[in-house]
RNA sequence: GGGCCGGUAGUUCAGCGGUUAGAAUGCUGCCCUGUCACGGCAGAGGUCGCGGGUUCAAAUCCCGUCCGGCCCGCCA
């Protein structure tokens, strides 16, 4: 270990409390004597003069040492080293019209520093901390979420947890001028089998079994309906076990909400009304309400996803009939097969020359995995169309036919990609996002351009090729569409589901349903789910109970906090939003976590590991492993 | 499980078969009384992730492996 550094440095903090934050003086407090407490953010030592730009989270402001204030300080003061914290007492003084920096808050005065008491002195830190971002290096991830605590003292950082602490704040205030309580359910749960890996918790009282962390609160927040509680709210974190992502975590936050008799319509005023109070909080903007509805079919026919993002234009439109009679095999044969010719108009990209259109063809069967791309490009000179196709193939007049549909003109380019519905929505709504990003249609995160978008009448199920039976899109506790219930069994995967999402710029931020709340409807899904009366009663028998006792109808929803955040923060990651994020391997690089736990641990918890042959435990574990049993 | 990109000074990167591996920044020392990402001078700092191979010669080419990031699968 380390010696404490220029430990000789260090003084007994005889200041008193601090009287302002390193953000709060200004021209007006001139003369005051104040004292500051704060870290070193940058030191310029001129030999006889000393200019500290002392850091806290309100700001910075200009320390300045001199021999004539007091030799002791001035000469401490040049021994002092980024990151150091002191405490500062002296006399606010304004700068000379000269000296004003008008990039600090606090850049018309500065602090004559009469004392110094040095009450910790730092190591020089792994990577550059500070508050002007000019200096700070594009340090690597893993480095800074190894020293987290260095990282979060950037302004960065610290604006980003600023901004959340804000939106906990205004949706609190918000569900509380609505009536909601705000109750914790737990956080050792009971495992369900549908959905996303749990997290397990080993029982040390019940030897073999488990506890499981909450993928969400789900049942619990329906139990609390049944229970009368009306309107529920909860910050709550919920756990998946599965890989990561920029935008996911294995922990993360949602805002909960369930009403009893809830109907779509109240969910969607209720939400749109919390959207508008953050925006309006947290953005200074005005959000127009009600937010803009589209079904399910509606968003992959038209955007080729159920999370569009309706900031730009380049919608999906279904050509087929432009190339019926055309002799083109590919595409007849496609046709007659039930399958789909979809084209998009690119605007102001017909002139692309043959590289670039052959790398294009590249990056649609590579990336997006498309049989193929039949192209038609339409120079912006007025000049002759021109096709990836020869004539002979294809006749250019249905081509002409597609781009007159989509509303090509001169200049435009029209991409065609072929297939089976729904995947051929899909490939051409991932090429639609891709063409969007490079021709910069699609808006920068940060332009502020925000469009919501709730997307509804999901299907209720969908068909699960490899487990070779339905399974619930949203979640096996989501009504179906009234009209639709007589199909449930008949025609499962036609049945709509009373369940819709809110889309912001293209992400998922949100999702919820109306749920089922009679025992029969909810044994019929379960069966069409593939699960027994039996296995309900073992898996779900507290829900079918509760249910018996007079459940009343209810519905909610379930926004995702910290994609939010990411969003209002200009994000590019989660983990920028979030104080200890894990890596994308799940690990806590600060804490090291996951981690081998004692034999003696496991023991108490009747387990035992039965490790790959690959993974080799520390030797203290392996030793006291192989001495315990 | 798979694909792509990366790993060289404390940090961010350049170097991509041929002298002693460079720059910026940080760090150390000296100088400097109005700077504000202060400036000047001097200096220290490297197992080029790791292992193997090809070669007269490897940071550079090949194979393997580890680590990180982005993505696919997965995420009701």
């Not at 830190?125 to 700070?136: G, K, L, M």
């Not at 005023?269 to 309006?280: H, K």
Request: net charge negative; with cysteine.
């Amino acid at each position: 270990m380390a010696e404490q550094p220029r430990a000789d440095l260090l003084s007994p903090d005889t200041h008193g409390a601090r009287t302002h934050t390193c953000g709060a003086l200004r021209h007006d407090d001139t003369g005051e004597d104040v004292t500051l407490k704060g870290w070193v953010d940058t030191r310029r030592d001129h030999g006889g003069l000393v200019f500290i730009d002392l850091r806290d989270r309100y700001g910075l402001t200009q320390v300045v040492f001199s021999p004539q204030d007091n030799q002791d300080a001035y000469e401490a003061a040049g021994r002092l080293r980024r990151e150091d914290v002191i405490s500062v007492r002296g006399t606010v003084r304004p700068r000379g019209d000269e000296a004003v920096n008008p990039n600090l808050d606090t850049g018309t005065i500065e602090v004559k520093a009469d004392s110094l008491a040095v009450l910790n002195t730092a190591e020089t830190p792994p990577f550059v901390v500070s508050a002007h971002e000019e200096r700070q290096m594009d340090t690597g991830e893993a480095l800074r979420l190894k020293h987290r605590y260095l990282d979060l003292r950037r302004p960065a950082l610290q604006d980003n947890l600023t901004l959340r602490h804000r939106l906990y704040q205004t949706t609190r205030r918000y569900f509380d001028d609505h009536d909601f309580l705000e109750v914790e359910t737990p956080v050792l749960m009971k495992s369900t089998p549908e959905g996303a890996r749990d997290f397990l918790v080993p029982s040390r009282l019940h030897p073999g079994r488990f506890y499981a962390l909450p993928q969400s609160p789900q049942t619990y927040k329906q139990l609390l309906m049944v229970g009368g509680l009306d309107r529920y709210v909860q910050i709550v974190k919920c756990f998946r076990d599965e890989d990561l992502r920029a935008d996911r975590q294995p922990e993360f936050t949602q805002i909960d909400v369930e009403m009893t008799f809830a109907t779509e319509e109240q969910v969607y005023d209720l939400t749109e009304g919390l959207m508008a109070d953050l925006w309006a909080d947290l953005e200074d903007t005005t959000l127009e309400t009600p937010f803009p509805r589209m079904t399910y079919v509606e968003a992959l026919r038209t955007y080729g996803t159920d999370k569009p993002d309706t900031r730009f234009g380049m919608e999906l439109h279904d050509v087929s009939d432009c190339f019926a009679g055309s002799g083109f095999r590919v595409f007849e044969s496609i046709v007659d097969g039930g399958g789909d010719i979809v084209a998009l108009r690119v605007p102001g990209e017909g002139d692309r020359n043959r590289a670039q259109m052959d790398r294009l063809e590249d990056y649609v069967t590579d990336e997006i995995g498309a049989a193929g791309l039949i192209y038609f490009q339409l120079p912006s000179d007025g000049s002759e169309m021109t096709q990836n196709l020869s004539t002979d193939a294809l006749p250019k007049e249905y081509g002409r036919a597609a781009a007159e549909q989509v509303g090509a003109t001169a200049g435009d380019l029209v991409l065609t990609l072929a297939g089976d519905p729904p995947t051929v929505y899909e490939q051409a709504g991932d090429l639609r996002l891709y063409m969007g990003e490079e021709t910069g249609a699609r808006p920068d995160p940060r332009s502020g351009e925000d469009q919501f978008l709730w997307v509804t009448d999901f299907p209720l199920l969908e068909y699960d090729e490899d487990e070779g039976r339905y399974v619930s899109m949203h979640h096996p506790f989501t009504a179906p569409q009234a009209d639709d219930l007589d199909a449930l069994e008949e025609t499962p995967g036609d049945v709509q589901a009373r369940a819709y999402d809110l889309v912001l710029n293209g992400n998922e931020i949100g999702g919820g349903s109306i749920r089922i709340h009679t025992r029969e409807t909810q044994q019929r899904v379960f069966d069409v789910l593939g699960i027994d009366a039996d296995e309900a009663q073992e898996r779900f028998g507290f829900l079918l109970d509760a249910f018996r006792y007079g459940a009343p109808p209810h519905g909610g929803i379930a926004l995702g906090l910290d994609r939010l955040v990411m969003l209002l923060a200009g994000a590019d990651s989660l983990r920028d939003v979030i104080a200890f994020p894990k890596n994308q391997s799940g690990q806590e690089p600060m804490v090291q976590s996951p981690d081998w736990v004692d034999p003696e641990q496991l023991e108490t918890l009747a387990l035992r590991l039965d490790l790959p042959p690959d993974v080799e435990p520390p030797a203290h574990v392996a030793r006291r492993s192989r001495l315990a049993s």
